[in-house]
């Protein structure tokens, strides 16, 4: 097996924001579309608080 240097690979994280953003939009409107208004908030809050509580939460290592 050849030797191969070790070199910088891409950075996707942009990326990855941009999809996971992408899919959330298309998710809420395919609740508001099917449940209505109310839907799309109780799961905006939902998903509000729980990444507000991952943010709290203690790092371990």
């Not at 030797?3 to 809420?28: I, Q, S």
């Not at 990444?51 to 939460?57: G, N, P």
Request: charged content about 20%; proline content about 5%; aromatic content about 6%.
């Amino acid at each position: 097996m050849s030797e191969r240097p070790v070199r910088r690979v891409e950075d996707y994280t942009g990326t990855c924001l941009v999809l996971l953003a992408l899919n959330l939009f298309w998710m809420l409107v395919a609740l508001m579309l099917t449940l209505g208004w109310p839907a799309v908030l109780v799961t905006a809050v939902a998903l509000d608080a729980g990444l507000r509580r991952l943010r709290r939460a203690p790092v371990r290592d």
